[in-house]
C-alpha cells in the first residue's frame, strides 16, 4: 500500500464540550448538561481506532470548579494519550482556584509542545491576557482592556471580553519553538482555544501578530481552534485554519474529528455537526 494511502498517524479532536450540570441555553441553543453524554460517545468513538492522541481546545466546562468533578473521569475511559488547552469558560470559578486549573486537568504547564512522527504540536495558552483569567488586580487585566479598546476603535470585531491573548514571553517561546522545529525538519500544528482566522468576532485579541507570525512559517500547516462554536475554516500563507465546531451546542447533535496525517495532506473525518475537510500540505505561500 502506498503511503498516499496509509496515514503516519491520526489524532482525535474535541472542542468546548462546555460542561456544567446547568439548564440549557435556549437562546444560544447550548445544552452544557448534555455533553457529558456527547463526550462519553465520542470516545467511545476514537477507542474503535488507533491514534496516537485526543486534543480537547479549551471550555472543558462551562463553569463551577466541581464541573471537573463530574467531566474528567470521563476522560478516564479513553484509551489514548489526551492533551488538554484552556479556554475562557474553564477560568468561569471561584477567584481562588484561577491558578489552579491547569493542574486541575493535569496539563504540565498553562503552554507547553510536544512531537510525534516528525511533527511538532505546539498548545497555547491563549486566556494570558485577559479580563477573566489572570486574578483581580493583575496588570495583565488592564493589558487585556486595552487591547479591547484599541480593536474597537478600529471597529474590528474581536473586541470582545471572551476574547483574549498570549503574553510577550509565550509569544518569545513560540517564536523559539517554530524556529526548533524548523532547524528539526518538523511540521508544525499549532494549536490554541482562540481561532485567529478568517476574521471573526471570536478571534484572539492579538490575531493580527499571531497572523504575521505564522505568515513566516512555511512549515506550519495548521492552526487548530475552538470558541467559535459555529465553526470556521480558511488558508491564509499556506497554513490551513481550521475553527472547529463547538460539542455543547444542540441538544442531540454531537460534534468532534478524527485527522489522518499524510505525507501530503491531513484528512479530517467529522463525526456529527463537525465537517470532514482535506487540508493539502505544501500550498503555495
Do not use: C
Not at 512549515?219 to 497554513?239: E, I, K, M, P, R
Amino acid at each position: 500500500m502506498s503511503s498516499l494511502s496509509v496515514p503516519l498517524f491520526r489524532f482525535g479532536v474535541v472542542a468546548d464540550p462546555q460542561y456544567a450540570a446547568l439548564e440549557p441555553n435556549l437562546a444560544l441553543d447550548r445544552y452544557p448538561a448534555k455533553s457529558l453524554g456527547k463526550l462519553a460517545d465520542a470516545i467511545a468513538e476514537f477507542n474503535r481506532h488507533d491514534l496516537a492522541f485526543v486534543v480537547t481546545l479549551g471550555d472543558i466546562i462551562d463553569r463551577h470548579w466541581e464541573s471537573f468533578d463530574d467531566i474528567l473521569p470521563v476522560y478516564e475511559t479513553l484509551r489514548h494519550q489526551r492533551h488538554f488547552l484552556l479556554g475562557n469558560h474553564d477560568f468561569v470559578v471561584a477567584a481562588e482556584h484561577l491558578a489552579e486549573v491547569a493542574g486541575r486537568v493535569g496539563m504540565p504547564s498553562a503552554y507547553y509542545d510536544f512531537t510525534h512522527a516528525g511533527y511538532r504540536f505546539i498548545a497555547l495558552d491563549g486566556n494570558e491576557i485577559s479580563v477573566f483569567a489572570p486574578p483581580e488586580g493583575d496588570p495583565r487585566r488592564d493589558e487585556a482592556k486595552a487591547l479591547m479598546t484599541a480593536l474597537r476603535n478600529t471597529g474590528a470585531p474581536n473586541w470582545q471580553r471572551w476574547n483574549a491573548a498570549i503574553g510577550d514571553a509565550q509569544y518569545a517561546w513560540l517564536t523559539t519553538r517554530l524556529d526548533e522545529a524548523k532547524a528539526a525538519g518538523e511540521k508544525v500544528v499549532v494549536m490554541s482555544h482562540y481561532p485567529v482566522f478568517p476574521e471573526n468576532a471570536h478571534n484572539a485579541l492579538d490575531s493580527g501578530r499571531m497572523l504575521a507570525l505564522l505568515a513566516g512559517q512555511d512549515h506550519v500547516v495548521a492552526y487548530l481552534s475552538g470558541h467559535n462554536h459555529a465553526g470556521n475554516f480558511g488558508v491564509a500563507d499556506g497554513t490551513s485554519f481550521v475553527n472547529f465546531k463547538g460539542m455543547v451546542d444542540t441538544e442531540y447533535d454531537n460534534a468532534y474529528a478524527i485527522v489522518s496525517v499524510y505525507d501530503d495532506r491531513l484528512e479530517i473525518a467529522g463525526f456529527g455537526r463537525e465537517e470532514s475537510r482535506v487540508l493539502a500540505l505544501g500550498q503555495s505561500r
